[in-house]
Antibody, heavy 115, light 107 residues
C-alpha cells in the first residue's frame, strides 16, 4: 500500500523557519518525482515545488522561490521542504504528492505563521 | 505561467444527474491535464490523469476528455459520495497550476 506521511508543521512567527518531512512507503521512492502542494484554510490548491526522482531537477512556484528549498533522501525514502522567512500567507496545510500526476497524497501537515 | 480556469465555480445537482465541469488553459498543455476530487477535511484524490485516463480506484461514471486548452470532466448518474470540490491541474510545465475549483453541492 502506497503511503505518504508528512510531519514537521506547527506554529511559527513571521520570519521564522520550519522543515517539513514526508516519509514514503509501499513503492520504490527513488523512481518517482515528488511534489509539495499546499492549501490555505478555505482556499484552493497551490503547487509549490517539484523534485525529480534523482534530485537533479527542481522547480518552485514564484510565491516560494528563494525562501523554500525542496530536497530528498532516497535511501531514507524521504522528501523534505525547508521553509525560511515564513510569512502569514504561507499558512496552509502542506501535502506531499507522488509523481507528475500526483496520484497519491499524504494527509498533510499544518503550518501556521502568526505572531 | 499557465492559468487554469474552471467553470462553473459552483454547481447544484441532484443524485442521478449527469453534469459537466470544464477547465480551460491559457495556453496548450497537450494532454497533461489531471482532475482531482476533494471532500471536506480530506486530501485530494486523483480522478483523471493524462486528460482522459481513470486510475483503477475511480468508478466508470467519471469520464473526461480534451486536448490542448479545453478539457471536460463528466460525472454520469451522480451518487451521494460525488458531492465534493473538483480541481483541474496542468502538469505540462512548471509551475503546475491548478484551477480554482468547482464545488458540487446537493440541490
Amino acid at each position: 500500500e502506497v503511503r505518504l506521511v508528512e510531519s514537521g508543521g506547527g506554529l511559527v512567527q513571521p520570519g521564522g523557519s520550519l522543515r517539513l518531512s514526508c516519509v514514503a512507503s509501499g513503492f520504490t521512492f527513488s523512481s518517482y518525482e515528488m511534489n509539495w502542494v499546499r492549501q490555505a484554510p478555505g482556499k484552493g490548491l497551490e503547487w509549490i515545488s517539484h523534485i525529480s526522482y534523482s534530485g537533479t531537477t527542481i522547480n518552485y512556484a514564484d510565491s516560494v522561490k528563494g525562501r523554500f528549498t525542496i530536497s530528498r533522501d532516497n535511501a531514507r525514502k524521504s522528501l523534505f521542504l525547508q521553509m525560511n522567512t515564513l510569512r502569514a500567507e504561507d499558512t496552509a496545510l502542506y501535502y506531499c504528492t507522488r509523481g507528475t500526476s500526483s496520484d497519491y497524497w499524504g494527509q498533510g501537515t499544518l503550518v501556521t505563521v502568526s505572531s | 505561467d499557465i492559468q487554469m480556469t474552471q467553470s462553473p465555480s459552483s454547481l447544484s445537482a441532484s443524485v442521478g444527474d449527469t453534469l459537466t465541469i470544464t477547465c480551460r488553459a491559457s495556453q496548450s498543455v497537450s494532454n497533461s491535464l489531471n482532475w482531482f476530487q476533494q471532500k471536506p477535511g480530506k486530501p485530494p484524490k486523483l480522478l483523471i490523469y493524462g486528460a482522459s485516463n481513470l486510475p483503477s480506484w475511480v468508478p466508470s461514471r467519471f469520464s473526461a476528455s480534451g486536448f490542448g486548452t479545453d478539457f471536460t470532466l463528466v460525472i454520469s448518474s451522480l451518487q451521494p459520495e460525488d458531492f465534493a470540490t473538483y480541481y483541474c491541474q496542468q502538469s505540462s510545465t512548471t509551475p503546475r497550476t491548478f484551477g480554482q475549483g468547482t464545488k458540487l453541492e446537493m440541490k
